[in-house]
T-cell receptor
Framework: DVKVTQSSRYLVKRTGEKVFLECVQDMDHENMFWYRQDPGLGLRLIYFSYDVKMKEKGDIPEGYSVSREKKERFSLILESASTNQTSMYLC?????????????FGSGTQLSVL | SQKIEQNSEALNIQEGKTATLTCNYTNYSPAYLQWYRQDPGRGPVFLLLIRENEKEKRKERLKVTFDTTLKQSLFHITASQPADSATYLCALPYSSASKIIFGSGTRLSIRP
């Protein structure tokens, strides 16, 4: 089975801190995604990557950046954390290369910014 | 832009009945549509994918329909069980085939 691992289950940070959320997948998938999930708003796409060093903005990229130096790892960076970035962050991967895009999700990181 | 609408209110069903969840989308019709299950505090798990040229897809007690004229998908769970209680999310590809967007989900509760 595909495994998508997020480095932290719970994270508490202070306003203004630089925050790194790490995600690793073990199935050689081309595509990787970062979503955030808030009550009543569902999953919203922050960024996705379709290849190493390639990235594309999602619907809500402001305040975030990403890094994909290796195929299996996709990092989400909050340059200067703010309280409105308190949320559940979900990483996902999919095979890519034109195949139908079933997503495999990690367990999520609940981030609290105080 | 494409939008997805799911029943925002929770659905409460008696065990053994059929639960039906609705997913409506606007604008263009996607090449396929997906359904995921999400339990509290966990990531979504893929359940079913239905292509635009398929009217219906089944997997065990699950059935999905896809009506491109109505721009709607229905998700059915027959002989529902308390273990089916979860939030169910509809998803479809956005402007690029690799970019997937989600509805806000419908919370389903099956009472014994």
């Amino acid at each position: 089975d595909v495994k998508v691992t997020q480095s932290s289950r719970y994270l508490v940070k202070r306003t203004g801190e630089k925050v790194f959320l790490e995600c690793v997948q073990d199935m050689d998938h081309e595509n990787m995604f970062w979503y955030r999930q808030d009550p009543g708003l569902g999953l919203r796409l922050i960024y996705f990557s379709y290849d190493v060093k390639m990235k594309e903005k999602g619907d809500i990229p402001e305040g975030y950046s990403v890094s994909r130096e290796k195929k299996e790892r996709f990092s989400l960076i909050l340059e200067s954390a703010s309280t409105n970035q308190t949320s559940m962050y979900l990483c996902a991967s999919s095979p890519g290369q034109g195949r139908l895009e079933k997503l495999f999700f990690g367990s999520g990181t609940q981030l609290s910014v105080l | 832009s494409q939008k997805i609408e799911q029943n925002s209110e929770a659905l409460n069903i008696q065990e053994g009945k059929t639960a039906t969840l609705t997913c409506n989308y606007t604008n263009y019709s996607p090449a396929y549509l997906q359904w995921y299950r999400q339990d509290p505090g966990r990531g979504p798990v893929f359940l079913l994918l239905i292509r635009e040229n398929e009217k219906e897809k089944r997997k065990e007690r699950l059935k999905v329909t896809f009506d491109t004229t109505l721009k709607q998908s229905l998700f059915h769970i027959t002989a529902s069980q308390p273990a089916d209680s979860a939030t169910y999310l509809c998803a479809l590809p956005y402007s690029s085939a690799s970019k997937i967007i989600f509805g806000s989900g419908t919370r389903l509760s099956i009472r014994p």
